[in-house]
Each structure stands twice: as C-alpha cells, then as structure tokens.
C-alpha cells in the first residue's frame, strides 16, 4: 500500500499542474471560444524567465515569481489584443491558428534568448524528501500542491466576490448584455487573457525544480493541460481542476504499475475516449460556473 500511496502523492503533485494548465485554457475559452495553443510554451517561457531572475539578477524568489507573473499576464494580454484578437474577426479558426503560430514564436524565442538545453532549477525550499509513514514526499510537491489550492482559493473569491470576476463571466456569457450594463468586453477578455498567461507562468515555476527548465517540454505539457481541461469538461470551471488531478494520478499508477513509456499515451488515450464518448467532459455543461 505505501507504493500506491506514493503514486497517489506523485500523481497529484504533477496533476496540480496539469490544473493550473487547464485553467488557462478554461478562462480563455469562456472568454473567446478560442483553445490557446500556446500555453505550453507560455509555460515553458515562465520557467526561463524566473530562472533570469533568480540566477542572473539574483532576485529573491519570491519577487522573481511575482515579476515573472505580471510580465507573462502582460504578454498574454498584449498577444490577445495585438493578434489574436484581429485575427478572430475572420472567424475563430483564425484566432486558434494565430495561438498555433504564437506556440511557434514563443517556443523560438525560449531557443534564441535562453538556451535549447535543459537547465537546473532550483527548489523553493530544501531538496531533502520528508518521510511521513513511509511515504516519501519532496517539499516541491508540497508547495506545488499548496500554490495550486491557494490559487483555486484566489480565483474563486475573484469571480465569486469582486466586480472584475462578476464582469469578466457577464462578458463571457452575454457579451452584448453586458455592454448594455457598461462592462468593456474587451478589457475583460485582456483580464482573462492575462490570468490564463499569468497561471501558465506560475506552473512553470512550480514544475521546474522537478523536470527542468528550457528544453523542449513546451508542447507536451501543453498537450497535457489540454488533455485535463477537454476530461474534466471545457466550460466548467472545476472541470479542469478534476481533470488535471485526475490525469496526473492515472499517469502516475500506469507509469508506476504498468511500464513508463505508455506515459505519454495514457493522455491522448483519454483524449480520444473522452471527445469521442462525452466531448463535454466529466462535468462539462452551459456557461454557467463562476470558478
């Protein structure tokens, strides 16, 4: 049993990051109907950017997280309105392939500015495993999973207590409404935008101390946080927290029970078995969340 229940912890920690993935994806789809198939390597180019920091400009990490969390929401939001936004009036299928091609530009750009290599992150706190009966836990894992429930906790008093969250779900929902109630969609959808960029930052932070970062993982873990949000189902907010935990899990006992290399096809397994027996996802429904 103490094997399953390290799978279980192993699994949860890179679920929470599937999580994160997947919210971004959510915001943006509810906000424009558009699957941003960059966030992968929007992730990826939080973890080079935060490494900048901490390793060139030996800046604490608790200020390189939050710089590289604004500089990425402000990236996004300016990808939106300069690109993918004009894009989007020929159609949404312009729009998504705008976030292809911005997949491309971002992940060139980690290759030009960084490095194609691989490179050690550091942990946020010690690399010494803890033991708690037998079950050997990272502290990674730890504030990996912690970041990912205070955010959850953040973004449902966004959307559930303030003004902005009520605005951005109105212009999501009824965008025509919502400009007769004075709510400038096009500012809420930036917001969204930038919230979505803003968590991919956050779980390539989070991520790097376990895998790396750089390197070449921006469209895998990009695929993996697509595969949690379609599981957990697209239009609903949980959706891609119930995902994302439960794909991390499922890979983590395969990976454990079964063999390492079917890793990778547990996901699109779970892609193709889901689009093609409940496309909405798990719970999937309307428009109707406010996370």
Excluded at 164 to 181: D, H, Q, T
Excluded at 207 to 214: K, L, N, R, V
Excluded at 238 to 253: C, D, P, Q, R, Y
Aim: avoid cysteine; aromatic fraction near 12%.
């Amino acid at each position: 049993m103490t094997d399953f229940f390290q799978f279980i912890i192993s699994g949860l920690t890179i679920g929470s990051i599937y999580a994160l993935i997947g919210l971004g994806y959510y915001l943006i789809f509810v906000s424009t109907r558009v699957i941003n198939f960059a966030q992968g390597a929007l992730v990826q180019l939080g973890g080079v950017m935060a490494l900048s920091f901490l390793a060139s400009w030996k800046t604490p990490y608790l200020l390189a997280f939050f710089l590289t969390f604004f500089i990425l929401a402000f990236v996004g939001a300016l990808f939106q309105k300069l690109l993918v936004g004009p894009a989007g009036r020929t159609g949404i299928l312009s729009s998504i392939l705008m976030t292809v091609g911005g997949f491309i530009f971002f992940e060139q750009a980690i290759y030009v500015f960084w490095t194609k290599n691989e490179l050690m992150f550091p942990p946020i706190s010690s690399e010494v495993p803890l033991n708690w009966l037998g079950i050997m836990i990272v502290p990674q894992a730890i504030w990996i999973i912690g970041v990912t429930l205070g955010i959850l906790l953040f973004l449902w008093l966004f959307f559930s207590r303030s003004i902005y969250g009520s605005a951005m779900m109105a212009a999501a929902e009824k965008p025509e409404a919502a400009r007769l109630m004075g709510v400038n969609v096009r500012s809420m959808t930036s917001l969204a935008w930038a919230l979505a960029t803003g968590l991919a930052a956050t779980a390539g932070i989070l991520i790097a101390p376990i895998t790396f970062a750089g390197g070449s993982l921006s469209a895998e873990i990009g695929i993996k946080g697509f595969v949690a949000v379609i599981l957990g189902g697209i239009t609903h907010s949980l959706g891609a927290v119930l995902g994302g935990l439960l794909l991390g899990v499922i890979e983590s006992l395969v990976t454990g029970y079964v063999s390492s290399g079917l890793k990778d096809a547990i996901s699109l397994t779970l892609l193709i078995f889901i689009l093609a027996w409940r496309p909405e996802g798990l719970l999937g429904g309307q428009l109707k969340e406010k996370i």
